[in-house]
């Protein structure tokens, strides 16, 4: 059994490594294109684009994991039975479904180390790609993320912000520092809220604090201030959308700053759940696609396999994204809109299960 095991896996693992190469290779290709005005715009450098593109392959692998280990399921299994070789594992008694555990502790391997990645390497990858593309721009090459939201740097100091929300260009719980040549604070303002309307931002109440040396600081409180401090959306999204890079715990712990802040975190709740869930697609779809194989038999192959592994994906993504959007929306909880998909297709494949002849 255990020559069976490895002769399986190793058929299994050499069709998901050229999976997930083709895909890694496709995916580059695109961004490429995407990227190449921002490229020639800052007059890139040929070794600095190549480092730029490298850091994206684990978000890629992240990304693209699952429909890989559903196609290396459905084509190595088709390869076997177009070789005869699970019609003799039948005549030699042996059960089918036993055999194949080890691709499904494949499929387990694959989502924690989908899981691991996008934890680790992923968020600091990423991470690493915007900071390349602030400091070709010349802008916001200091800017950070943390538990108390992000930092960046303003043309007169700095700004801290609890929640960005790009969608409607609003940014809550702001804190504007402006700073001298020696970097002492000589104003602060403070807003709940601020939203960009008619080419400016507004605050609906700001409080202003003036700190000069040798004199009581002054308060004054205003409303419909305009917070000339601040530039465009444009030019601070890319930061604010730094959430989407954090890993799950970091992401868990800024959801808990926020909301113990009083901010609604409903829309971050999805991505953490989603974080949790996405990964375990990968053994999801493995799962799956044993079935699959197993009933096409001999008439599976490379092409049927190719032609199930862009059907399965396709619902799973469609599914997925029907399911966030509810749950972004308050619709149902985020926890249920993360793990739907996943619960969908398990129930999928436990039912094709049933219908597989040993």
Known sequence: MKILNRHILAEFAKILAIAIAAFVALFLVIDVFDNMPMLVKYKVKG?????????????????????????????????????????????????????????????????????????????????????????????????????????????????????????????????????????AVTKRINAEEVRWTNGGWVAKTAETWTFQTGKPAKRQTSRRQTIAELDPPEQIATGASMTKNLGFFDLLSYIKTIEEEGYNAVKYRVELFGKLTFPFATLIMVIIGIPFALKAGRHSGIASGVGISVIIAFFYWILFAVTRSLGLGGVIPPAFAAAFPNIVFLAVGALMYTQVRE
Do not use: C
């Open 47 to 183: 070794p600095q684009a190549f480092v730029f593109f490298i850091y994206k392959i684990p978000f890629i692998f992240g990304q693209t994991a699952p429909v890989a280990a559903l196609l290396s399921t459905l084509v190595s299994l088709g390869i076997l039975s177009k070789h005869g070789e699970i019609t003799a594992l039948k005549a030699g008694g042996v059960r089918i479904l036993r055999s194949l555990v080890p691709l499904m502790m494949a499929g387990v391997f694959l989502s924690i180390a989908v899981f691991v990645i996008n934890e680790v390497v992923t968020p600091q990858a990423l991470a690493r790609t915007e900071e390349m593309k602030r400091e070709w721009g010349g802008a916001h090459a200091s800017m950070k993320f943390g538990k108390t939201g992000f930092w960046l740097r303003t043309n007169t100091g700095f700004l801290n912000a609890k929640k960005a929300d790009f969608t409607d260009n609003t940014l809550d719980g702001i804190t504007i520092f402006t700073v001298d040549k020696n970097f």
